[in-house]
């Protein structure tokens, strides 16, 4: 098993960046693929990115690509997403989570662990 917490969110402005940190206790975190998610309010929760536990394989939805990076530290137990030129459509809690599912890195379903969240809210 493994918990998470998420830090990093707040307000910024468009076109600011913010990293996200998703800190993991428990056993085994680099077997574990991570992702991020988010959800605003009145919908539904979206895939973000996603790592695999090596870090050479790395996932992202297509309206963050180019502009978010996810990247892991396993010897920290850490999961990060660095986010960029970030856009008022971007605000949302953001949740880190974990799985052990290869080829559905990108179904919230298929993650076992989630985080609390954290608050991002872009200001236009």
């Known amino acids: 098993q493994v918990q998470l917490v998420e830090s990093g969110g707040g307000l910024v402005q468009a076109g600011d960046s913010l990293r996200l940190s998703c800190a993991a206790s428990?056993?085994?975190?680099?077997?574990?693929?991570m992702g991020w998610f988010r959800q605003a309010p009145g919908k539904e929760r979206e895939f973000v990115a996603a790592?695999?536990?090596?870090?050479?394989?790395?996932y992202y939805a297509a309206s963050v690509r180019g502009r978010f990076t996810i990247s892991r530290v396993n010897a920290k137990n850490t999961v990060y997403l660095q986010m960029n030129r970030l856009k008022p459509e971007d605000t949302a809690v953001y949740s880190c989570?974990?799985?052990?599912?290869?080829?559905?890195?990108?179904?919230?379903?298929?993650?076992?662990?989630w985080g609390q969240g954290t608050q991002v809210t872009v200001s236009s």
């Open positions: 790592i695999r536990p090596s870090g050479g394989n790395t």
């Open positions: 989570a974990a799985s052990i599912v290869y080829g559905a890195e990108l179904s919230p379903s298929m993650y076992a662990y």
């Open positions: 428990g056993r085994a975190f680099s077997s574990y693929i």
